[in-house]
Antibody, heavy 122, light 107 residues
Framework: QVQLQQSGPGLVKPSQTLSLTCDISGDSVSSNSATWNWIRQSPSRGLEWLGRTYYRSKWFNEYAVSVKSRITMNPDTSKNQFSLQLKSVTPEDTAVYYC????????????WGQGTLVTVSS | SYVLTQPPSVSVAPGQTARITCGGN??????VHWYQQKPGQAPVLVVYDDTDRPSGIPERFSGSNSGNTATLTISRVEAGDEADYYCQVWDSSSDRVFGGGTKLTVL
């Protein structure tokens, strides 16, 4: 059974960088049969897919157009985790952030982290 | 960008059938997935690829997709089914897209 455990601060100041980590158990971040995603949810934007990282002989990252200029996702094979960094945040980035797993060649998310409420405020 | 439209709310009495729609341009040509989200919890996949159920999801949950509308049907609704439900697709121009969500109220 795959489990995803998120960690990171719940409060970030405007213009700073939001950083979250997702620890994976029951699977490997280097798996050739999974992709590792970040999704956020806010009342104003609903559920919004942010990006994914995955390994297919080499590492790939794909990001949503809405955040492409500000987002970085990185895998850490030594810790079996992956991370999200979103720079230059504004109050509009306030949301519950989820990490999620999708199986290869599918576009649905079958495992989710518990969610982290991140508030952008001074 | 691709848009999925859901009714904000659906109400149904216990034991009856709830139908939640998800409208999108030619959605019948895409695979639609459905999630259930209860307050304070992460979404849970209840139907994928239009009609399939993950293991552990009751047979009361079923899906269909044709034309411009996908539908999640919940038969013999129980109080525990009260939640928000979201549809989701992949679109080549919009990445992974979610509907706005439907709040299911069990009367």
């Amino acid at each position: 059974q795959v489990q995803l455990q998120q960690s990171g601060p719940g409060l970030v100041k405007p213009s700073q960088t939001l950083s979250l980590t997702c620890d994976i158990s029951g699977d490997s971040v280097s798996s050739n049969s999974a992709t590792w995603n970040w999704i956020r949810q806010s009342p104003s934007r609903g559920l919004e897919w942010l990006g994914r990282t995955y390994y297919r002989s080499k590492w790939f990252n794909e990001y949503a157009v809405s955040v492409k200029s500000r987002i970085t996702m990185n895998p850490d094979t030594s810790k079996n985790q992956f991370s999200l960094q979103l720079k230059s945040v504004t109050p509009e980035d306030t949301a519950v952030y989820y990490c999620a797993r999708a199986a290869v060649t599918t576009h649905y998310f079958n495992y989710w982290g518990q969610g982290t409420l991140v508030t952008v405020s001074s | 960008s691709y848009v999925l439209t859901q009714p904000p709310s659906v109400s149904v009495a216990p034991g009856q059938t709830a139908r939640i729609t998800c409208g999108g341009n030619n959605s019948g040509s895409k695979s639609v997935h459905w999630y259930q989200q209860k307050p304070g919890q992460a979404p849970v996949l209840v139907v994928y690829d239009d009609t399939d159920r993950p293991s552990g999801i009751p047979e009361r949950f079923s899906g269909s997709n044709s034309g411009n509308t996908a539908t999640l049907t919940i038969s013999r609704v129980e109080a525990g089914d009260e939640a928000d439900y979201y549809c989701q697709v992949w679109d080549s121009s919009s990445d992974r897209v979610f509907g706005g969500g439907t709040k299911l109220t069990v009367l």
